[in-house]
């Protein structure tokens, strides 16, 4: 479980947020926040065929339109974003007085949010499937030297090495805000359980390693990863979403 969120929320220097949500609530809090959505994010909520992607978008925008609300000092609906070419969320220009980055992601029923002052971030979290963490999906997506490394490993230790290298790749590429612009087998990871994550190698970007801190995060049946554009990150605290 994270641990009981302060009355006011700031961030200080080298201490990163992330908040968890259950997007498993009753009919009453997805109505209260789809109420806080925006025009294009009520159309983009009405486009999901299926009722369950619905709630779940509906209910990770209005986590965090609260969440930042909480941050900015601002009403959840007053919150603006902006999109980068990739998609990637950040707060519109009107917030510019704020220096609060941030990222999120979901997988299944857990919505995940990290906050940051000043630096790129990113988050990924995934559902672990074992079925899903084979030797064709990493020969596909991982980088040759990743697949060697991970083929070495123990076969029982084998889907949990997997899902740790996957979100931490996913979370840099999130974190850049280049999407899959940036292949996903042009630079390598850590497999390693320790803290903090490692990243590896970028042949992009020679100076990454000195950049960025990586961090496994871990929950139960998921797996997931947070990537920051500071090597100075000494904090970080996990929270569980309100829904009051």
Same mark, same amino acid.
């Given at each position: 479980m994270g641990s009981a969120p302060p009355e006011s929320l700031s961030l200080s220097s080298g201490e990163v947020h992330v908040w968890r949500a259950d997007l498993e609530q009753p009919v009453a809090l997805q109505e209260a926040f789809l109420g806080l959505l925006d025009q294009n994010e009520r159309a983009r909520a $009405? *486009? &999901?065929? &299926?009722?369950?992607h619905r709630r779940r978008f509906v209910l990770g925008r209005g986590f965090l339109r609260v969440l930042l609300g909480r941050y900015l000092g601002l009403a959840p609906d007053q919150v603006r974003f902006v999109y980068g070419p990739y998609g990637k969320p950040a707060l519109a220009d009107e917030h510019n007085t704020s220096r609060l980055c941030f990222n999120t992601s979901h997988s299944h029923e857990l919505a995940v949010y990290a906050f940051v002052q000043e630096n790129e971030i990113g988050v990924d979290v995934e559902y672990i499937k074992t079925d899903f963490a084979s030797e064709d999906i990493a020969r596909h997506f991982f980088s040759a030297d990743e697949v060697e490394a991970l083929m070495a490993i123990a076969e029982k230790e084998r889907a949990a090495a997997f899902f740790r290298c996957w979100t931490r790749k996913e979370a840099y590429i999130k974190a850049i805000g280049s999407g899959l612009s940036h292949p996903l087998a042009e630079f390598d990871v850590s497999f390693a359980a320790d803290e903090p994550a490692a990243l590896l190698r970028d042949r992009r970007d020679t100076n990454a390693t000195s950049r960025w801190s990586m961090f496994n995060l871990e929950f139960k049946g998921?797996? $997931?990863?947070?990537? @920051?554009?500071?090597?100075?990150? !000494? *904090? @970080?605290?996990? &929270? !569980?979403?309100?829904?009051?």
């Open positions: $009405g *486009r &999901f065929h &299926f009722e369950k998921y797996a $997931g990863a947070l990537a @920051v554009e500071s090597i100075n990150v !000494d *904090r @970080v605290q996990i &929270f !569980d979403c309100p829904t009051q």
